[in-house]
């Protein structure tokens, strides 16, 4: 395999943002109030994730997306590999965000990771730590 097919991204803003830009026009018409701006991946947690293409959503609603556990945005983020016809393996390369929820969510399971590792280790202990 060449090395720039290695380096060559499967999804862009210039080759899906239109599609995507879809959600904008439909959370409008349903009340929503957000917008969404999609952006190359930026390689935050590469080990974690590491998407071709980011999808940020702002605006006065972003709470509808992000509660219970930002079931609604993962609902959108899904829905949209469906649409543009991903296949499972891919899944990974496309990502929804709003308020950089998924940082903080990371952040947030690896503190509780090393709490109960430090549990685990003063104990001698299986702790239920993590949910």
Not at 41 to 50: A, I, R, V
């Amino acid at each position: 395999m060449d090395e720039n097919q290695v380096d060559e991204k499967k999804y862009t803003v210039a080759s899906n943002g239109f599609q995507i830009s879809g959600f904008s026009t439909w959370s409008s018409r349903h009340g929503v109030g957000t917008l969404l701006r999609a952006f190359e991946g930026q390689h935050l947690h590469p080990d974690l994730e590491d998407p071709d293409l980011l999808v940020k959503f702002s605006g006065p609603d972003v709470d509808l997306l992000l509660a219970n556990k930002a079931e609604l945005l993962l609902a959108l983020e899904f829905l949209t590999m469906e649409a543009l016809r991903m296949p499972g393996e891919h899944h990974s390369l496309l990502c929804f965000d709003s308020n950089d929820y998924r940082t903080l969510r990371i952040e947030e399971l690896r503190l509780s990771a090393m709490t109960a590792a430090e549990s685990v280790k003063k104990t001698r202990r299986h702790s239920t730590l993590i949910r």
